[in-house]
């Protein structure tokens, strides 16, 4: 049995319920428990997040120096174009859609709460 087992990515956030409904229906998934100052959900993948309430949170300025990135999600996704389109209809925002450097595209949003987060394809499978 581990010593340490995997609990939560937690994001502190002023409102954190309406940041556990944008990633829920993000990642399809569900709200696993709820307290005053937490909700914990739970992605379709298995993928757990919590957010927590904090009153003085303030997001991140990424890609601007002046309050760099704090932390940051990444999402694989099949369909960059429809994930876009789900993440602005949940009210999320886009920081860089660009084809952005490297080996793969991806592209940068930030959450209703200003939390960035990055979607990149899922990588291609060699068969062999």
Same mark, same amino acid.
């Given at each position: 049995?581990?010593?340490?087992? +995997? !609990?939560?990515?937690?994001?502190? %956030?002023?409102?954190?319920?309406? @940041? *556990?409904?944008?990633? $829920?229906?993000?990642?399809?998934?569900?709200? $696993?428990?709820?307290?005053?100052?937490? &909700?914990?959900?739970?992605? %379709?993948?298995?993928?757990?997040? *919590?957010?927590?309430?904090?009153?003085?949170?303030?997001? +991140?300025?990424?890609?601007? *120096?002046?309050?760099?990135?704090?932390? /940051?999600?990444?999402?694989? &996704?099949?369909?960059?174009?429809? +994930?876009?389109?789900?993440?602005?209809? @949940? !009210? !999320?925002? *886009? @920081?860089?859609?660009?084809?952005?450097?490297?080996?793969?595209?991806?592209?940068?949003? +930030?959450?209703?709460? !200003? /939390?960035?987060? $990055? @979607?990149?394809? &899922?990588?291609? $499978?060699?068969?062999?």
């Amino acid at each position: 049995m581990a010593l340490v087992n +995997a !609990g939560f990515v937690v994001l502190d %956030a002023v409102e954190p319920e309406k @940041l *556990a409904v944008f990633y $829920t229906e993000l990642l399809d998934g569900e709200q $696993t428990d709820i307290s005053v100052d937490q &909700v914990e959900i739970r992605g %379709a993948d298995g993928i757990r997040l *919590a957010f927590r309430r904090d009153a003085g949170a303030t997001p +991140a300025s990424w890609p601007r *120096a002046e309050n760099n990135q704090q932390v /940051h999600l990444d999402f694989l &996704v099949e369909d960059l174009d429809e +994930a876009e389109r789900r993440i602005i209809g @949940l !009210g !999320g925002r *886009a @920081l860089e859609t660009k084809d952005m450097p490297g080996p793969y595209e991806e592209r940068v949003y +930030a959450d209703p709460g !200003g /939390h960035s987060f $990055t @979607l990149r394809p &899922v990588p291609p $499978t060699t068969s062999g």
